[in-house]
Every structure is written in structure tokens, then in C-alpha cells.
């Protein structure tokens, strides 16, 4: 069976689970099989049959398993949106239908041969600058929960460190190929670019006052750097740099000493001055209240979950019990209805989309394609651990959405830039292998 059919197999299979978990919603909300969930899981199963027209004619070569992972994500988080709120969900598949397009815009265009964008190496260093400081502008920038990290244009909303990042690895991509001889080396004078970065992570951790976002930043560079000089020395220094920087910014941060008392001790049993309401509390009950609550409703779903549909994420009166759940903590919401073996296997196709990129990097040829490549998939994998991590307070919770699930435009449409990259990298890999 040749890739694209391999591909399209595994389609089909997203299709009839995306057909399921819409009708497994519908029942549990309105006990009948409605024709709209089948009409949803048409829709969606249409889209990506164009997506996967558009990788059989640009690339033919490409890895078969990516896509249908990227759409079994992107299933599971709408549906889990709609069974929160249908208009969040209609508004989802909005931003999926631009992303595919934008996935579909950019195989189309750099098909050809994708490398040279490491010619413009230097104009993605600034563009990822740029866009890591748009929400420090005063007009435009906006502060959710503490972190300032959206942009706000008239009725569009976004979250312009999702494009930063993808224009960051590629900048990485080309300057770490250049250097990576003279970084190799060594020497004092070397690491410099090294300080450079770990400032630029701490700028944009007292910018944004938000820890995850510099991590996740910083630990991509990280990767990249190891990948180009295989010097474990380097990821040391910096992994040190790192937490002597966040430990200087949680010194003179108010947010972020917030969220590292609510990571270490979320409950009380004596109250303590809650700033939202002015008032003596218990912690749980203000300032850990999103957290406590996620927890509790990761418990509820003990083994096998209470089933799709079917989870308890309002009270009687309707109220939601965890603010911001189809975004931030939409983990918690599959955990409840899942249970610990859905959670689980949806973790483990994160694993396999990252054991895919990995393999893409080892096949490449050329450096560039490599770095790229390793950048892609480690961005992807880190920014899941950052948010599935916080969560499950393993580290400090940070507002960084899981890929391709989370409910959140700008995030879906870098998620599908980052899947176009992967499957240009490995259809050049996999074409250089037959010669």
C-alpha cells in the first residue's frame, strides 16, 4: 500500500471514531441520534479528504501518519467543545476550515523546495520578535488572568506566540546550521547567542508574566542547540541560566510568585487574603479555585470515565464549575469523560505525532532540515507536557493550549503551519532515500 493511500486508510478511521464520539454526545444530551452529529463528522471527514488531496499532489513522499493524528486531535477537541458549548464549536471548525487552508496554502507554496526560506533566516528572528512583543503594546495588547499574551484588533482576538514560534524555529533552523561548526567549539566568546536568547526568555517573561511561554521558548532553543553541536554542556548552562532568570523574575513578579504558591500549596485549611474579592479565604476557594476544581474533576473520572456527554461541568443552576475549560483546561474535561485510560491514549498520540517528528529529523539529509524538523516536533511535544504538566500540578500552571484540542484560533492555525512543515521536511527525506 503506497503512503497516500496508508494515509487515507487511517482518514476513514478518523472519520467513523469522529462519527461516534458526535453521536455519543448527542445521545447523552438529547438521548436521540441526531442526523447533525453524522453531518458533523461528514463535514469534518470531507475537510480532511481535501487536505489529503492537496499532500497527494504536493507531497506525495510524505509521512502517512500525521495528518490523520492531526485530525484525530482536532475531532476529539470539537467534539469536546461542542458537548461544553455548540457555539464555541461552530466557531472551532471555522478556525480548522482557515487552517487547513493555511496547511494546504503553505504545501502549495513551498513544495518546490522549502529550504530556502533559510534565506530569510534573519527576517523570522525579527518576526518572532515582533510578535512576542505586540501584546506589550498599550493600545492592542491585552491581559488575560495575569499574562499578557493576546492581541486584541477590533472582534478579533489572538494569541500572536503561537506564529512566534514557528517563525523562531525557523530562524534557529538557519543560524544554528551556519554556526553550529563554531558552536561546536566551544569557546567562551561562543555563547554569546546563548545569553542573547536566555535574556530575550527573561524580557519575555516579565513582559508576559508568564512562566510557561519563556519556558517553552527557551526549551525549544534548547533542543535545537543541542541537535546542532551534541554538547550537553550547553543544555546545562542554559537549563541553570534559566532557573536562576525565573527565580530573579519570581522574586520581583507578583503574578508569577501567585501562581508558584498556587502550584505548591493549592489548598488551606486557615484563610488567607484572596484578591479577587478583597476578602479572607481558603486558598481553594480564590486563587487555586480553577486548579482545585480541574483536579477534582480529573478524579471524578476514576479508570474508564463517565462517558462522553455525561461529565458534571456545571451546577444545578448552570454555572460553570472550572472557568475557561474548552480552553486551558480542557485536558480536565476529557479526563472526567474518559477516564484515565482515554486520557491515556490521547497522551500516547501526542507520543506517537512526536516519535513521527523525530523520525523526520534523523531521515533528513541536509542540516537545515534536521534542525527544522527537531524544532517542530520538540516545540510540539514541550508545549504539551507545559499545559498537561500544569494541570496535573507536575509544574506551575501556565495559559498554554494543547495542540490542535484547545479551543483557540490562532493556536490551531500555527499547529497545522507546524504539521506543513513536518510533512515538507519528510516527503524531501523520504524522496532523497528511493534514489
Same mark, same amino acid.
Given at each position: 500500500?503506497?503512503?497516500?493511500?496508508?494515509?487515507?486508510? #487511517?482518514?476513514?478511521?478518523?472519520?467513523?471514531?469522529?462519527?461516534?464520539?458526535?453521536?455519543?454526545?448527542?445521545?447523552?444530551?438529547?438521548?436521540?441520534?441526531?442526523?447533525?452529529?453524522?453531518?458533523?463528522?461528514? =463535514?469534518?471527514?470531507?475537510?480532511?479528504?481535501?487536505?489529503?488531496?492537496?499532500?497527494? !499532489?504536493?507531497?506525495?513522499?510524505?509521512? /502517512?501518519?500525521?495528518?490523520?493524528?492531526? *485530525?484525530?486531535?482536532? *475531532?476529539?477537541?470539537?467534539?469536546?467543545?461542542?458537548?461544553? #458549548?455548540?457555539?464555541?464549536?461552530?466557531?472551532?471548525? !471555522?478556525?480548522?476550515?482557515? *487552517?487547513?487552508?493555511? !496547511?494546504?496554502?503553505?504545501?502549495?507554496?513551498?513544495? &518546490?523546495?522549502?529550504?530556502?526560506?533559510?534565506?530569510?533566516?534573519?527576517?523570522?528572528?525579527?518576526?518572532?520578535?515582533?510578535?512576542?512583543?505586540?501584546?506589550?503594546?498599550?493600545?492592542?495588547?491585552?491581559?488575560?488572568?495575569?499574562?499578557?499574551?493576546?492581541?486584541?484588533?477590533?472582534? !478579533?482576538?489572538?494569541?500572536?506566540?503561537?506564529?512566534?514560534?514557528?517563525?523562531?524555529?525557523?530562524?534557529?533552523?538557519?543560524?544554528?546550521?551556519?554556526?553550529?561548526?563554531?558552536?561546536?567549539?566551544?569557546?567562551?566568546?561562543?555563547?554569546?547567542?546563548?545569553?542573547?536568547?536566555?535574556?530575550?526568555?527573561?524580557?519575555?517573561?516579565?513582559?508576559?508574566?508568564?512562566?510557561?511561554?519563556?519556558?517553552?521558548?527557551?526549551?525549544?532553543?534548547?533542543?535545537?542547540?543541542?541537535? *546542532?553541536?551534541?554538547?550537553?554542556?550547553?543544555?546545562?548552562?542554559?537549563?541553570?541560566?534559566?532557573?536562576?532568570?525565573?527565580?530573579?523574575?519570581?522574586?520581583?513578579?507578583?503574578?508569577?510568585?501567585?501562581?508558584?504558591?498556587?502550584?505548591?500549596?493549592?489548598?488551606? &485549611? @486557615?484563610?488567607?487574603?484572596? /484578591?479577587?474579592?478583597?476578602?479572607?479565604?481558603?486558598?481553594? @476557594?480564590?486563587?487555586? =479555585?480553577?486548579?482545585?476544581?480541574?483536579?477534582?474533576?480529573?478524579?471524578?473520572?476514576?479508570?474508564?470515565?463517565?462517558?462522553?456527554?455525561?461529565? &458534571?461541568?456545571?451546577?444545578?443552576?448552570?454555572?460553570?464549575?472550572?472557568?475557561?475549560? @474548552?480552553?486551558?483546561?480542557?485536558?480536565?474535561?476529557?479526563?472526567?469523560?474518559?477516564?484515565?485510560?482515554?486520557?491515556?491514549?490521547?497522551?500516547?498520540?501526542?507520543?506517537?505525532?512526536?516519535?513521527?517528528?523525530?523520525?523526520?529529523?534523523?531521515?533528513?539529509?541536509?542540516?537545515?532540515?534536521?534542525?527544522?524538523?527537531?524544532?517542530?516536533?520538540?516545540? =510540539?511535544?514541550?508545549? &504539551?507536557?507545559?499545559?498537561?504538566?500544569?494541570?496535573?500540578?507536575?509544574?506551575?500552571?501556565?495559559?498554554?493550549?494543547?495542540? =490542535?484540542?484547545?479551543?483557540?484560533?490562532?493556536?490551531?492555525?500555527?499547529?497545522?503551519?507546524?504539521?506543513?512543515?513536518?510533512?515538507?521536511?519528510? @516527503?524531501?527525506?523520504?524522496?532523497?532515500?528511493?534514489?
Amino acid at each position: 500500500m503506497s503512503l497516500r493511500n496508508r494515509e487515507l486508510m #487511517n482518514l476513514v478511521v478518523v472519520g467513523i471514531l469522529t462519527a461516534l464520539g458526535f453521536a455519543s454526545v448527542y445521545i447523552a444530551r438529547q438521548s436521540v441520534v441526531s442526523t447533525a452529529s453524522l453531518s458533523y463528522a461528514g =463535514f469534518f471527514f470531507a475537510l480532511y479528504l481535501a487536505a489529503h488531496l492537496v499532500c497527494r !499532489l504536493t507531497v506525495p513522499a510524505a509521512d /502517512p501518519y500525521l495528518l490523520p493524528m492531526a *485530525a484525530l486531535l482536532t *475531532a476529539i477537541g470539537v467534539t469536546e467543545i461542542y458537548r461544553l #458549548n455548540p457555539t464555541d464549536a461552530f466557531r472551532q471548525g !471555522l478556525w480548522i476550515v482557515v *487552517a487547513v487552508g493555511a !496547511l494546504s496554502v503553505t504545501l502549495a507554496l513551498l513544495r &518546490t523546495d522549502y529550504r530556502r526560506l533559510e534565506s530569510y533566516k534573519y527576517l523570522f528572528g525579527l518576526g518572532a520578535i515582533g510578535l512576542l512583543m505586540l501584546p506589550a503594546l498599550p493600545v492592542i495588547g491585552e491581559s488575560v488572568n495575569g499574562a499578557r499574551l493576546w492581541v486584541h484588533v477590533g472582534s !478579533l482576538q489572538f494569541q500572536p506566540g503561537e506564529l512566534a514560534k514557528i517563525a523562531l524555529i525557523v530562524f534557529l533552523a538557519g543560524y544554528l546550521r551556519e554556526k553550529r561548526e563554531v558552536l561546536a567549539q566551544g569557546r567562551l566568546k561562543d555563547f554569546g547567542p546563548l545569553l542573547l536568547i536566555w535574556g530575550g526568555a527573561m524580557l519575555v517573561l516579565l513582559e508576559t508574566n508568564d512562566l510557561g511561554s519563556a519556558l517553552l521558548y527557551f526549551g525549544i532553543f534548547l533542543a535545537m542547540l543541542y541537535v *546542532a553541536t551534541a554538547r550537553i554542556a550547553y543544555v546545562a548552562g542554559g537549563l541553570g541560566l534559566f532557573l536562576v532568570g525565573a527565580v530573579g523574575v519570581w522574586k520581583v513578579t507578583p503574578h508569577v510568585q501567585d501562581r508558584v504558591t498556587i502550584w505548591l500549596h493549592p489548598w488551606t &485549611t @486557615n484563610k488567607v487574603y484572596c /484578591p479577587l474579592s478583597g476578602h479572607l479565604d481558603l486558598r481553594q @476557594n480564590c486563587q487555586s =479555585f480553577q486548579l482545585v476544581k480541574s483536579l477534582y474533576s480529573i478524579g471524578h473520572g476514576e479508570y474508564a470515565g463517565t462517558g462522553l456527554g455525561k461529565g &458534571t461541568f456545571a451546577t444545578v443552576s448552570g454555572r460553570p464549575i472550572i472557568p475557561d475549560l @474548552n480552553t486551558d483546561f480542557i485536558y480536565s474535561a476529557l479526563a472526567q469523560e474518559l477516564g484515565l485510560i482515554g486520557a491515556a491514549a490521547l497522551l500516547l498520540v501526542y507520543m506517537i505525532f512526536v516519535l513521527r517528528g523525530m523520525r523526520i529529523s534523523l531521515l533528513a539529509q541536509d542540516g537545515f532540515s534536521k534542525l527544522a524538523a527537531a524544532g517542530l516536533t520538540f516545540g =510540539f511535544a514541550l508545549q &504539551t507536557f507545559i499545559i498537561v504538566g500544569g494541570i496535573l500540578r507536575i509544574i506551575p500552571l501556565t495559559g498554554i493550549t494543547l495542540p =490542535f484540542v484547545s479551543y483557540g484560533g490562532s493556536s490551531v492555525v500555527a499547529n497545522f503551519l507546524l504539521l506543513a512543515g513536518l510533512l515538507l521536511i519528510s @516527503n524531501r527525506a523520504n524522496r532523497e532515500m528511493l534514489r
